[in-house]
Every structure is written in structure tokens, then in C-alpha cells.
């Protein structure tokens, strides 16, 4: 009897508390490797007038940082940021609702249209700007033929820095993707009780979309908020493929000036420590932001 109670100890033991550490091992490992290490590396060449050949170089303390505070540059890059960031939410982020609270509406088609959603996230972000660079094309293209048609001037759309950072977010107000999706399998998840109760209640239509749905789904898009948040000030691909940080800058964000301190200027401490800045930034705001999500629940 002892040694089958040890035998299920024993047992029990490795299913329950070894186990799931070795299964989770590896996954670990490469979290700490791949991304934690990363950042302790950066943090430390941000202190170092770094050396590829001779690493890690002279060590210079905050100098990196008090010269970077120093370059316009660098502050223009944070305004550019926060502009496309401001955009994007007020542009793009409220029409993947929309979308799921109309797909949820329908009765016949639903996953057609759903699967129709998707496919924008399927297009490589690659073709999509080289798309969207065609439409903006001065002369011959569709915007301002569009623009013409209604006895309006021509604009230098992408040339132009009053309008660089419109044409860049304005492709997202097509929506689509996985977010809608999301939206819609959360507000298929709100009990049917809840919204049968509504319509008895006369809460129907729009009524019934700001004080039943909503409310239900206000989690989904807490999270959907913060990854849009933390996307959009480390914006870099669409940027740098439609204007490459320009024109005289305008289109310059975080991300690009830090791309360019490592691949231009081959500054690897400023790059480094133009990272560390940006990193502390966006987890201030999400901090910021979840502290409103857990105040409002309370």
C-alpha cells in the first residue's frame, strides 16, 4: 500500500507540478533569449559609444541620451508619432466595429461577407502601399482625378508635408482584417437572455448597440484599443515605404529615426537609446490606460 501511495505521489508530482515546467521550458527560454535579452542589450549599448568590431566600445554614460534630447530631429520624430497616432485612432480604429456590429445584423451571407472582411489582412502591407502610392500619384492618379471631377486642385499628395500623414492612414479606413472578426465573435457571445431582455424592454436598434452590445464587448476593444495604441507609436513599415520619413521629415516617426541611427548613421548607441526612450513611452501609456480600464470597473 505504501509504495502504490508513493507510486501516485510520485505521479501526481510529475503531472502536476513538473510537467507543465518542462513543457514550458523551451517556450521560456526563447521569450528570455528573443525578446528580454534584446532589450537588457540595448539598455546596455545605450551607454556606450558602440563598436561593432570592438565591442562594446568607449563607455560614455547618458550621452547618447542627452545628445539625442538635444537634435530637433529627434523631437519632430516624437510629434510625427503622436500625430499618426491621433490619426489612427480617429480614422481607422472605430470603423472594424462598425463593421462587425452591421456584420452581426445580417441573416443570410454572414460568412461570405465575414471571409470578404479577412482577405485585407491577407494583402502583404508591401502591395498594399504600392497600391495606394498609385492612387496617390500626382498626375495620373485616381485622387486627383477624383479631385478634378469636382473642380478641385491637384494636390503633390505624398510630396506634400501637410499631407503625407493623412495619405499614409488613410488606406485603414477600408477596415477589414482580423479585428473585425474579433468584434463580431464577442458580440455573438453576449448571452441571448441579456439582449432578449432588451427587446421586451423596448431596447432595440441603436439603443440597444450603445447600452447592451457595447458595454458587453468593452473588454475586446480595451485590448484591441491598446494594440493600437502601442502599434501606432512604433509605426514604421508604412511610413518609410510610402515616404521614406518624408518630405523635410513629415512622415518621420520613432520607428524611423531609429532605423536610421542603426542602418544610416551607424549609431548603435543613439539608435539604442532612442529604443529604450520609445519602449518606456509606450509602457507608461499602456500602464496609463489600464489603470482608466480598472478604475471605470471599480
Known amino acids: 500500500m505504501r509504495k502504490q501511495a508513493k507510486k501516485a505521489d510520485s505521479g501526481y508530482f510529475f503531472r502536476q507540478k513538473l510537467a507543465p515546467w518542462l513543457l514550458l521550458a523551451i517556450p521560456m527560454f526563447f521569450t528570455l533569449w528573443l525578446k528580454y535579452y534584446p532589450i537588457l542589450k540595448a539598455i546596455f549599448i545605450s551607454f556606450f559609444n558602440y563598436d561593432p568590431i570592438n565591442q562594446p ?4 554614460g547618458l550621452k547618447n541620451y542627452i545628445t539625442m534630447f538635444q537634435t530637433s530631429y529627434y523631437w519632430e520624430a516624437w510629434k510625427n508619432s503622436f500625430i499618426f ?3 489612427q485612432l480617429i480614422m481607422t480604429f472605430f470603423i472594424p466595429i462598425l463593421q462587425a456590429l452591421f456584420l452581426n445584423e445580417l441573416r443570410r451571407m454572414k460568412s461570405i461577407v465575414s471571409t470578404m472582411y479577412l482577405l485585407p489582412a491577407l494583402v502583404p502591407t508591401t502591395i498594399n502601399v504600392i497600391v495606394w502610392r498609385w492612387v496617390w500619384h500626382p498626375d495620373y492618379g485616381v485622387a486627383n482625378q477624383i479631385v478634378k471631377f469636382f473642380g ?6 505624398l510630396s506634400d508635408p501637410n499631407l503625407v500623414k493623412f495619405c ?14 474579433l468584434y463580431l465573435a464577442a458580440i455573438q457571445n453576449v448571452s441571448p437572455d441579456i439582449m432578449e431582455s432588451a427587446s421586451l424592454d423596448g431596447c432595440t436598434g441603436w439603443k440597444r448597440i450603445f447600452y447592451i452590445t457595447l458595454p458587453n464587448i468593452r473588454y475586446i476593444i480595451f485590448i484591441q484599443l491598446v494594440i493600437a495604441v502601442s502599434t501606432a507609436m512604433q509605426m514604421l513599415d508604412a511610413p518609410y515605404m510610402f515616404a521614406a520619413g518624408g ?8 520607428g524611423i529615426f531609429i532605423y536610421n541611427s542603426f542602418n544610416k548613421d551607424f549609431n548603435y548607441g543613439r539608435g539604442s537609446a532612442a529604443s529604450v526612450i520609445l519602449m518606456f513611452v509606450v509602457m507608461v501609456m499602456t500602464m496609463i490606460q489600464m489603470h482608466f480600464e480598472n478604475a471605470e470597473k471599480e
Do not use: K, Y
Open 152 to 157: 478641385g486642385t491637384p494636390q503633390t499628395w
Open 168 to 181: 499614409i492612414i488613410f488606406p485603414g479606413i477600408i477596415g477589414g482584417g482580423i479585428s473585425v472578426l
Open 85 to 87: 497616432l491621433f490619426l
Open 57 to 60: 566600445g568607449v563607455f560614455v
Open 247 to 254: 518630405p523635410s521629415g513629415a512622415s518621420t516617426t520613432q
